[in-house]
Each structure stands twice: as C-alpha cells, then as structure tokens.
C-alpha cells in the first residue's frame, strides 16, 4: 500500500471515530488502537493536520496525538514509541506550535503534548528543553510570546501537581534532581518573565490612562499585553513559590526591585479601577483584566510569603504597611453594587496575607522569649492601638449585616442560613476576617483587656459611631465580635462575669433575635475551661434561644448545643436536669424543616446532638422517629437527606442501652424501603448497611421482622461491584444475627450463611475482608462446637486463599496480625479439634507449588506443608511483636508439634527443623511470654521433633 492510501485510509478511519454507525466506529477505534502501536504513526498524524483543511479532521487528529503521545511515549501495553520518532516528534511539536495559529483548542493540545514530552525527556534527553522555551518567549512576535508562555506555565504546573496531570515513568530522575534543574535556571526565567510582565503591564496601564484623557481604546491590547500579563504573573507565582532563595542569592537586587515595582503596579491597578468606578466607565473586558492583575498580584505575595516566609522578610514591612492601609480603608459592600464580587475577593485577598503573616510559625510571633527581625516588624504594626483600630474597623465595616442580607434573615430564614453555610470558607469575606481577627487577639493576649473593654463599652452605648447603620446591626456585630475572641479572653474573669452573667443575663429579654443569635455564637466558641465555669448558664441561655420563633436563632441553638454536649458530662447533676428540655428543643427544629435547603445542614446538627445524647433521647424518640418519618415522606428525591436521615437512625440505635425492640417496626419501615431501592442510590445503601448492622447489633434475639430481612444480604452482595465497604458491613451484619439468632438461626440458615461467606471472599481479597471472615468462622466454631465438620468447605476455601497463587497476603507480612489471624484459626482448630483438623488437612486435594515460599517445599504437594511455610515465612523473630491472636497461634504450633511427635501425623524433617528455629528465636527475644513452650520438653526423644530441636541447638552452639 503506498504512503498515499494509507495517509487516506487512516483519515477515514479518523473520520469514522465518530460516525453514527456503531460498526464503523468500533472498526475504527479497533484500527487506531492497532496503528497506535505501529512506528510511524505519530509521524501520519502530524502530515494530516497540516494538510487537512477541515477543522474537525484537525480535531479528532490532535486528540488521538495526544492520546497516542500520552499513553505510548514512556511506555504502555508492551509498546514504546521509538527513540528516533521521539526526535522527530518533538521537532515536529514546536514545528507545528510555531505555525498553528491562533486558534486556542489546538494550541492547547499541542502544548500538552509538548508537556507531556519535557516532562518525560528532561533533563536527560532534552537539557536544554527550558532554555529553548524562554527563547520563544523572547521573540519580538507576540503570538510567539504568547505561545512560549503557554508551554512554560503548562511544563511548571505539570511538575509540581498545579492542575495539569501527566502520567508518571517510574524512570524519570528524581525530584531533587528535577528541582535542582530548575533552580538553576530560574534565575534566568525570572529575568526574562519579570521584564515581559512590568513592560506589559505598563502598555495596558498607559493605554488605559490616554482612554481617561479621551483617546481611543485599542482593543487588541487585552489580547496581546493582557494575555501576556496573565501568564507572566502565573509562572512567576510558582518560581517565587519554590525557588525565592535561589533568586535572592543570584541578584538580590533585582528580586528587591521587582517585588517593589509590582507594588507599585498594584497600587496603580487600583487607583484606576476606582476611577473607572467613578467615572462609570465601561470598557469591555477591562474591569475583569483589572481584577485579574490585582487578585493575582496578590496571590502571588500571599504564596510566596507562605512557602518562602524567611525569603520574604526583606519585603515584609512594605506589603504590611501597604495591606493594613487597605485594610481600613475597607467601606460596607452592599449586593447592588456591580463590583461587589471584586471588592469581596479583594478584601478576602487583602486580609488572607495579614492572617497568613500573623499566623506564620517561622516568625515565632507566639514565643514571648524569642525575639526575631519578623516579630519586631509584626510588633511593631500590631501595637495596641493597631488592634483597636483593627477592632473598630472589623465591627463597624467586616462585620456588619448588609441590609439586604438583614432583610433575608427576616424575609427567607432558609435562604438566610443557607447562604451563610456555603460561605464557611476561608474564601468568603465573613470567615475570613474572623479567622484575621482570632489571630489578631491570639498574638496580643496582653492586649485583651483593652479589646473587650472597648467591646462592652460599645455594646453598652448602643450606638453606632457613623449613625448611617441601625443599631441593631451593629450590636449584631459587636456580639459577633465577642464570639470569635471570647475564648481567647478567658482569663479576663472580670470581663466574663460582667458580660455575660451581669449584661446579657439582665438584657436578654429585650434583646433582638439578631443579637440573641450570636448570644449562642459566643457559647458556641467558648473553650471546654469556660464552659465548665459557665456550663449551668450556657444550657439555661441556650434553651431560651430555643424559645424564640426565630429560625436563625434556633439553628444557632442547636449548633450551640452541639458543643456543649460534647465538651459537658451529660452524666453530671448539674447538668442532667437540662436535657429532656434539650432534646424537645432539638426534636422541634427538626420538625419545622420540610426538606429545604437548610435540611441538611440542620439535620447534620441533629444527627450529632443525637450521637451525644445516647440514652436520653429515649423518652422522646417516637417524636424523633415520627418527625424523620415525615421529612423522609418529603424528600423522597433529596438523596443527600435521605442518608442524612439513615445516619441520625444509626447514631439513635448505637445510643440506646439495650435493645430497641419497642421502636422495631418504625426501623424496619426505614429499613425495608432502602433494600427495595437500593439500587437507586449506593450512597444510601451503604448507611442503611450500617443502620441494619446497629439494630440486629442491639437485639437480644432475632424478631421474625428482623429475620425477615435476612433474605435482602444475598441480593446486596450479589449486586455489589467490587466495594469493600458494602461487603464488610454485610459481614458484620451476618456476625450479629449469628450471634444473636443462636444455634436455631444457625442450623435454620446454615446454607445461605455459608454461601454468604463465599459471596463475601468472592466479593473482595482485601485483608480486612478475609481477617472478618477468619472471625466469623472463629464465632461459628466456638459457638457451635459440635457442628465443627459442616464448615469443611469453608475452611478448604480459606486454605487455598491462604496458600494459593492469589493469596491477598504478603509473604513478607506487613500487616502481620491479619496473617497472624488466619493462623490462629487453623491452629486453634489444631488444639480444641485435632482429629477433624488433620483428618481435613489429609483430605486436601494436592496443590501444585511453582513458587514456594520455601524451597524446602516445592517438592510437597499437601497443603498443609504450604501453610507451615507460609506461616513461618509470616513470623519474623527479629521484628516479631506478640499479639493475642498470635500467641494462640504459637501455643497451636507446639501442640501440632506434639501431635508429629506421637506419630499422628507425619511432617517432613526440614519443616520440623524450621518450626522449631523459629520457635527458639521467638521464645528468647520474648522470654517465653507467649506461653507456647510449656509442654516443650514432653517431646519423645528419638522422635522428628526432637531431633529437629538437638539440631537446632547443636547448631546454635557451633555459631556461638
């Protein structure tokens, strides 16, 4: 076939790859898998895309590129593209980038595969792949720049997992050595990249400052000097991340200026987004590009800082100067404003780099004795009246409700409190600042006496110091105040007593619910030593909560109540009277949900004040079930709230002391329900699992209801795909009807019991599965003595997993006490039933043993010459640990040894020799602790075993 057919068959075939007929699809996805094994292929593809001419040919041809050059350069299904294709395609890469275009898809493929190749070739095969990109990005032409930018950023983020995910060769170089590569050349990077991104960035700025005085606006300049900006700042984001030092020792000068310059360039940035704002200008695009340098100018600072703090040092006064000044110049955002998201991020950033330095531990900011260049500077900003002007500015800006989201609370409750819970992270303004302001307090504890004076003080005026906020809202915030340091104020009992038992205690009557609300919000973060000195006053302020009509104020409650429970002994007098209340409060906030937004998050809340209370729910636990009932009728479609719902049933039933008959028919009701759908949510499958397992684990006997049930476990094994997790609780729910049900269950059940077990070792090979079946059997045989022979199969199935081709169980035993368990099965087997133990283990079937463990086995075919060695191969005298399974298991050994020597059973010399090696080993290192040696000199003399023993010592003499 000439070059020319096989060029147009194999376009054909590209083109077939997504044909709608499903034969010519499958042919052609089964001839491409072929050629992609064929040396030359790579080489086709690139002729295609440059002499196809239709864009969807060019498409499909760089995806199967990719493909090709992802799976098959460093190696895959028995093929490796060759070295010589491998200089051509990279050649024919950067050929095929320098002339593709614009068009951005295609750029992005080719810069992956180009990835993909530096990321495999250096430094070894292709040292100077970093050198050769920078000078594409020093070429006068910008879509070259561009281009070049786009490989760097790709390679960087490649090699240190930044998003872009790259299959990993077991033989690339080491990342020391990877690392030590690129330090090398970052200083060269970054002057080249610094340059580009300050002169870019310029052009955008001067071009916007001649918009401002009238001039046109040239538009291509976004996607020139704005694009270039972009990656620039990217890659410089991740040199300065891992390789400050290094840019530092090369031209310390240089660093400094540049980080200076971008300071600059971020107070420009901003001054020209306000004026734009001003002026209500509207360029497109520019107010995003303006965004974006300003966001990532910060990053930038806020991850060089955290990875590189003592690199930082020389600039950290400025940027702190700089942000603290931001910082307070901080004004209440309000949802019309069209740079509400901008303003939000930015402050988030602003504040983010203050936490950050604050919080940093290789400033030692929190060891008063040590005094270092950072805690001068960070002392000297936050002095103490720094932290007061930072408290004022939290109070009467960060931390203010905006009127619309005042007007939700009042209006729409849920979508309130809905909207508070996805704003938890750090991202978000609110959790921010709280986290700024912990820290704040936290590193100036001298200066807490001052914080909350000046917190009552505010409180106790009632007013606001701008009158443009109602005082509700700022007393809303004051209190919010208080709960994010009220910890950190706990050792100024003046302040606790007069706040909380003289002003709120007096106030709370008259309080707003708004107020009320953080009222639970300061017992919420109180630490365990303040809550036991206020622990009679939080239960009795939280239930008043409970009281009001208010949603917001009852879910922060409950989240109140949550902690207390936690942190208090329930079991305390003191406390005890306060929680049949307790739980009529919670059961009514469960109650009022009817399956919105906020369900969830307040049955969450739920499920673990339930976990708390155990025993104490049981007075009220119909109610509970009745409500659950109800939100379970509403939410038949919310999947998340109906596992919410199957976790809050688990935690009652784990709680209760006792069996939980007297609730059987509302559990079986929830129960019955999940089985019959549950091949409709895996996710609610697996917490029914476990609620299943909870009731017949709390039974005192197997009902007819609960054995009713029983006919569901072959059904979800059968069904389950592989999942462990699903297969361990099934074995645990059988354990428990074993146990509970009794020989009648037992010798009622026996066959689906068993083929349940092979289901389970069917199902999964890991160890904990096979260690929950070892005990299982171990249940069953000390329960059921006399019906030892019936689980011969089981046991024969559990030998060969044990000693053949796919044993899940390291030779060289890691988890030594899962291998230790299965031993000890056999060998107390062994001890307690000796007869049916050798009569079953001459009963095997012979094995074929192509590798043995021990080359003193490979010519015995019985398995149980395969066990002993396997066992032995298990036990490492140098490393061994006594455990109790193992310490039967030794016990076991020596009786099997007493057993060989009465001539019962016949082992071969070299085993004997080997068991009792080991033993010795075991026996001096342990001092006997295992008790498996009492019965050692019983041995007949003359018999294997005691000759293996004289050979053992005799040889330990002559080593000595």
């Not at 991340?241 to 000068?253: D, G, I």
């Not at 809905?418 to 302001?437: G, I, V």
């Not at 037992?746 to 260690?771: A, D, R, Y």
Request: net charge negative.
């Amino acid at each position: 076939m000439s070059s020319e057919d096989t060029f147009v068959n194999t376009l054909q075939a590209l083109r077939n790859l997504s044909d709608e007929d499903r034969d010519r699809r499958e042919q052609a996805q089964c001839d491409i898998g072929e050629w992609q094994k064929t040396p030359g292929f790579c080489n086709l593809l690139e002729q295609i895309i440059r002499r196809a001419t239709d864009p969807k040919d060019i498409k499909i041809t760089l995806v199967v590129f990719r493909k090709t050059v992802s799976r098959f350069w460093s190696g895959y299904d028995g093929y490796e593209i060759p070295l010589p294709e491998k200089e051509q395609i990279r050649a024919s890469l950067l050929s095929l980038l320098m002339t593709c275009g614009n068009n951005k898809q295609v750029v992005k493929e080719i810069v992956y595969m180009l990835t993909v190749v530096v990321y495999h070739e250096f430094p070894h095969n292709w040292p100077s792949a970093l050198t050769d990109v920078s000078t594409l990005i020093q070429s006068p032409e910008p879509e070259v720049r561009i281009k070049g930018l786009r490989l760097l950023s790709s390679f960087l983020r490649a090699f240190f997992d930044l998003g872009v995910v790259v299959t990993r060769n077991i033989n690339l170089p080491k990342t020391e050595e990877l690392n030590t590569c690129i330090s090398q050349q970052a200083p060269a990077m970054f002057s080249i990249l610094a340059t580009l991104w300050l002169e870019s960035n310029s052009a955008l700025l001067e071009q916007l400052s001649h918009v401002l005085q009238g001039q046109a606006w040239d538009a291509n300049i976004l996607e020139t000097a704005g694009t270039q900006c972009t990656l620039s700042m990217r890659i410089l984001w991740i040199i300065f991340s891992y390789f400050l030092k290094n840019l530092q020792e090369a031209n310390e000068s240089a660093t400094g200026q540049f980080f200076l310059g971008i300071g600059k360039m971020l107070e420009a940035s901003i001054s020209c987004i306000q004026v734009f704002q001003e002026r209500k200008l509207d360029i497109p695009g520019t107010k995003n590009y303006l965004a974006s340098v300003v966001l990532r100018i910060i990053q930038l600072l806020n991850c060089t800082q955290s990875n590189q703090p003592m690199a930082f040092l020389p600039y950290l006064q400025f940027y702190l100067d700089f942000f603290l000044q931001e910082f307070f110049k901080a004004r209440l955002l309000t949802r019309d404003e069209s740079q509400f998201e901008f303003q939000e991020k930015y402050y988030v950033a602003v504040i983010t780099f203050l936490t950050d330095v604050i919080s940093a531990s290789d400033y030692h900011i929190l060891e008063e004795d040590e005094v270092t260049p950072a805690t001068q500077i960070i002392r000297k900003f936050f002095n103490g009246d720094t932290i007061q002007d930072i408290t004022r500015i939290i109070v009467s800006k960060y931390f203010i409700l905006t009127p619309e989201w005042a007007s939700d609370w009042e209006e729409e409750p849920e979508q309130f409190l809905d909207n508070e819970m996805s704003d938890l992270s750090a991202s978000c303004l609110n959790p921010a600042t709280e986290l700024f302001f912990w820290w704040t307090v936290r590193i100036n504890l001298e200066h807490g006496p001052k914080i909350g004076k000046f917190l009552l003080e505010a409180i106790t005026s009632g007013s606001h110091p701008e009158h443009s906020i109602p005082p509700v809202l700022y007393q809303e915030s004051l209190y919010h105040a208080y709960a994010v340091c009220g910890d950190q104020l706990k050792g100024q009992d003046f302040f606790l007593k007069q706040f909380c038992l003289e002003h709120v205690q007096s106030r709370f009557g008259n309080m707003h619910v708004m107020v009320k609300r953080r009222v639970a919000d300061i017992i919420q973060h109180w630490s365990s030593e303040v809550l036991e000195e206020f622990g009679s006053w939080g239960y009795e302020t939280l239930l008043r909560c409970f009281s009001e009509d208010d949603l917001v104020t009852r879910v922060a409650a409950a989240q109140g109540l949550k902690v207390v429970l936690e942190e208090l002994d329930m079991n305390n007098l003191q406390y005890y009277k306060y929680i049949g209340q307790s739980v009529e409060a919670i059961v009514a906030l469960a109650n009022d949900m009817d399956g919105g937004p906020i369900t969830v998050s307040v049955l969450d809340i739920v499920k673990d004040v339930v976990g708390s209370l155990k025993e104490s729910i049981r007075p009220v636990a119909m109610d509970l079930l009745e409500v659950l009932k109800r939100l379970w009728g509403l939410s038949k479609k919310k999947k998340m709230v109906l596992c919410t719902i199957t976790q809050i049933l688990a935690k009652f039933v784990a709680g209760l002391i006792g069996s939980p008959i007297e609730f059987e028919t509302p559990l079986i009701s929830f129960l019955t329900e999940i089985l019959e759908k549950r091949q409709s949510s895996p996710a609610l499958l697996e917490d029914g699992l476990v609620l299943w397992w909870r009731i017949v684990d709390q039974a005192a006997f197997i009902s007819p209801k609960m054995g009713s049930l029983f006919s569901y476990l072959p059904h979800v094994l059968d069904e389950n795909d592989g999942d462990s997790r699903v297969t361990q609780s099934c074995l645990n729910i059988l354990t428990c009807y074993v146990l509970n049900g009794k020989y009648g269950f037992f010798t009622k059940n026996f066959s689906e019991i068993m083929m349940l077990l092979s289901m389970c070792l069917g199902n999964s090979h890991k160890n904990s599965i096979v260690v929950s079946v070892v005990e299982f059997l171990k249940i069953c045989v000390r329960m059921f003595p006399k019906e030892v022979a019936k689980f011969k199969d089981a046991l024969t199935s559990l030998m060969f997993l044990f000693v053949g081709d796919d044993c899940p169980l390291p030779k060289h035993v890691e988890d030594r006490s899962s291998a230790s368990c299965i031993g000890s099965l056999f060998f107390e087997l062994a001890l307690d039933h000796t007869e049916f133990f050798f009569a079953f283990m001459n009963e095997l079937p012979k094995i074929q043993l192509e590798d043995a463990v021990n080359p003193f086995a490979s010519d015995i075919g019985n398995p149980t010459y395969h066990f002993l060695s396997v066992f032995l191969d298990i036990v490492e005298p140098e490393e061994y640990v006594v455990l109790q399974s193992e310490r039967i298991t030794l016990q076991g050994l020596c009786k099997f040894l007493e057993i060989n020597d009465s001539q019962m059973f016949s082992l071969h010399p070299k085993i004997i020799q080997q068991c009792y090696w080991t033993l010795e080993d075991i026996r001096k290192k342990n001092h006997d602790s295992t008790g498996a040696f009492r019965n050692k000199n019983a041995l007949i003399e003359g018999s294997p075993g005691h000759r293996a023993l004289e050979q053992v010592k005799g040889k330990r003499k002559k080593e000595k």
